[in-house]
């Protein structure tokens, strides 16, 4: 495998960084992921659009333009033989003499770049037997629409979920209402037949995946609701399903060991996931 670091295309085992880089020391640095079907990238310009507003929120210079990323991304894609999976890109602040402040000096960001395979059959799999959550107290920071590398609170909240056995542990806030996944949006079709999910201010990440099934559904025809819902609010929904690049549509079976309706996949999650991906 090839990753790109700062301009240079590596074998990924060789790739390396600085260890005064402010990523690394800070978690001063901003991520995306891309997936890819049959060599295309999903939802690119909303990705683009994110990168951007990101680095600009932490006032980090961006380094290229989207067509600078598109040419490296194409050519890791080339590099590691990539028809479907995934693109990872970071950007941090670079390289500094350790301090809080921003450095004096206009520092050169760091551009890190990967490409994965995954088998779009496998996680179709996956989709189509549904998954468990679990619920844990949401212990981010305040400005969650930020897609910052400082990803300790989610990676604790998913490694809980493994340990039980479930694929995703829903944050809770605490006014008891659900924030997000640790690395997924939250929804659920109400007992009336309409999908909720939270509305996207600073609590939560601004999922592109979310945002383009909101679109989608909408023009299927389903009423769409930005707003918060509780854990007990998802536990009797009809169904629940979380969204992301990664995961596109993948419809939730149970909650805290509850299950959402019959305990089956729903069957709006699984049109929205069709839809999803028939538009590609
Ligand atoms: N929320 C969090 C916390 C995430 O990390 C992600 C995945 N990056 C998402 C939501 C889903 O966002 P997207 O649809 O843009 O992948």
């Known amino acids: 495998r090839f990753a790109y670091v700062n301009g240079r295309y590596l074998p990924q085992d060789e790739a390396l960084i600085h260890i005064e880089d402010r990523g690394f020391q800070f978690a001063d640095a901003i991520y995306e992921v891309w997936s890819v079907r049959s060599g295309e990238l999903l939802d ?76 779009p059959a496998a996680a179709d799999r996956r989709a189509d037997h549904g998954v468990a959550v679990i619920t844990r107290p949401d212990q981010r920071w305040a400005r969650c629409d930020i897609k910052t590398v ?30 997000e996944g640790s690395s997924t949006n939250a929804w659920i079709l109400n007992a009336e037949g309409v999908l909720v999910t939270r509305q996207a201010d600073h609590a939560i990440l601004h999922g592109i995946t979310r945002s383009t099934i909101m679109n989608r559904a909408a023009a299927l025809g389903y009423r769409v609701e930005e707003r918060a819902f509780s854990v007990e609010e998802a536990q009797t929904a009809r169904e629940a399903f979380m969204t992301s690049a990664t995961t596109f549509v993948t419809a939730i079976t149970s909650i805290d060991g509850r299950p959402v309706g019959n305990g089956a996949p729903g069957s709006v999650a699984i049109a929205l996931r069709e839809a999803y991906l028939e538009s590609l």
């Open 44 to 119: 690119a310009d909303g990705h683009f659009g994110r990168l951007e507003r990101s680095l600009a929120e932490l006032r980090i210079t961006n380094p290229k333009s989207r067509a600078g990323y598109r040419l490296v991304i194409a050519e890791l894609l080339r590099r590691n033989r990539v028809r479907d999976g995934l693109v990872y890109l970071q950007v941090s602040r670079g390289r500094a003499r350790r301090d809080h402040a921003f450095p004096a000096a206009q520092t050169r960001p760091t551009v890190v770049m990967t490409a994965k395979r995954l088998d």
């Open 150 to 179: 400082n990803l300790l609170p989610n990676v604790l909240a998913k490694q809980a979920a493994i340990e039980a056995g479930a694929a995703e542990a829903w944050l809770v806030d605490e006014a008891g209402k659900v924030t």
